[in-house]
């Protein structure tokens, strides 16, 4: 069922850069707006503010901005890129693609650019994708950006969804030349048997918009919390096993994990199934909440600033998200 692949020569990441919009919606505020409080935010899933775009910033401007950091910080040129791939699943528009847009913001040439879909774990999967396209020896070096505005499709009514996402974007450059951390593994997976665990119902060919479906608020994110919560736990304990085993390493050879982050809670009882200490698992989901495609590129460049990793450590990066979709990738420091 699943895709593991390793890479002969590892790509690597060049480069890496984030980036939020400066309003802050913290617990407090958020509760002045829907029947909620701090306590129960915080002690039901670890988050204490989120960051929330203006109305006239779109998932490209939070794109663009992550992507200029990841290209001076690989110290490359704007011309040595010759793919895109933008995880989202708040696009600026059906199309054409964010990638589209972005590549004409970025001044880059006239290269390959599309969006990938696939929820939360698509950082990841754009990973694994834009790995075996550099290993295909026809592309070169890779911008992968995960990049979200989340709060576009927040029901800002239903406060059992509207507290846990927030807005932000994070990007990386990859290619199979240069110096820099190598991604030894790969692992994408997806189970498509439940697709109205956690959806977005109206808007797509199925049921296009219509008064009736703004009316009946089908156009925002709908979610079955507890049963997301049991298989992100699952699905994240049995990705990071299977990519371990696939490249012969066991548990006690990770020093770090960087998992999505969606609630605190759910990567507690994913370490304690793991048996991995929780200070090994890399958090800021208390400050960002939910960001889906941005959470691992966003937590991953916070924890390279921090001087979390030292040479030759091992992380696991691990999501999980709608489709349900989940992505696991090995980093070698
Ligand atoms: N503030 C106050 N009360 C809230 C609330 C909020 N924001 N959201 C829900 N509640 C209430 C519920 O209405 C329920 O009340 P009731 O017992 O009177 O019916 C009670 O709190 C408990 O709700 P429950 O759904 O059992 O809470 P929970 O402990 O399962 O936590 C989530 C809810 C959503 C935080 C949790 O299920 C979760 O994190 N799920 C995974 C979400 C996720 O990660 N999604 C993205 C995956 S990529």
């Not at 999967?125 to 070169?140: E, T």
Request: with cysteine; hydrophobic share 40%; net charge negative.
């Amino acid at each position: 069922m699943n895709q593991v692949s390793t890479s002969n020569t590892s790509s690597v990441i060049l480069g890496i850069g984030s980036y939020v919009p400066k309003k802050i919606l913290g617990n407090t505020e958020l509760s002045s707006r829907v029947d909620t409080s701090d306590e129960w935010i915080q002690s039901r899933t670890g988050i204490t503010e989120r960051r929330i775009a203006d109305n006239d910033q779109s998932t490209s401007d939070l794109a663009f901005h992550a992507a200029r950091r990841a290209i001076e910080s690989a110290q490359i040129q704007v011309s040595e890129i010759d793919l895109v791939i933008v995880a989202t699943i708040t696009p600026d528009m059906a199309f054409p693609s964010t990638a589209c847009l972005l590549q004409h913001r970025l001044g880059l040439g006239k290269v390959a650019c599309f969006d990938l879909e696939a929820a939360c774990s698509g950082f990841l999967y754009s990973l694994d994708v834009a790995d075996a396209m550099l290993s295909s020896g026809r592309y070169k070096c890779a911008l992968v950006i995960g990049a979200e505005k989340m709060s576009s499709i927040m029901d800002w009514e239903d406060r059992t969804t509207c507290v846990l996402f927030g807005d932000g974007a994070g990007a990386a450059i990859i290619s199979k030349r240069g110096y820099g951390p190598k991604l030894l593994g790969f692992l994408s997976g997806a189970d498509g048997s439940n697709p109205t665990l956690l959806h977005q119902p109206a808007g797509g060919s199925s049921q296009p918009a219509t008064e009736y479906t703004i009316a009946n608020r089908q156009h925002f994110l709908k979610m079955n919390g507890k049963e997301i919560f049991k298989s992100a736990v699952r699905v994240m304990e049995k990705a990071t096993r299977e990519l371990l085993t696939e490249n012969d390493l066991d548990i006690e050879d990770v020093d770090h994990v960087i998992p999505h982050q969606a609630n605190v809670r759910i990567v507690e009882s994913m370490a304690q199934r793991l048996e991995i200490p929780m200070n090994k698992f890399f958090c800021n989901l208390d400050r960002h909440g939910n960001t889906s495609a941005a959470s691992i590129p966003l937590a991953l460049d916070e924890a390279v600033k921090k001087g979390l990793f030292k040479e030759d450590e091992l992380a696991v990066l691990v999501a999980f998200g709608a489709g349900l979709t989940w992505s696991a990738t090995l980093v070698r420091f």
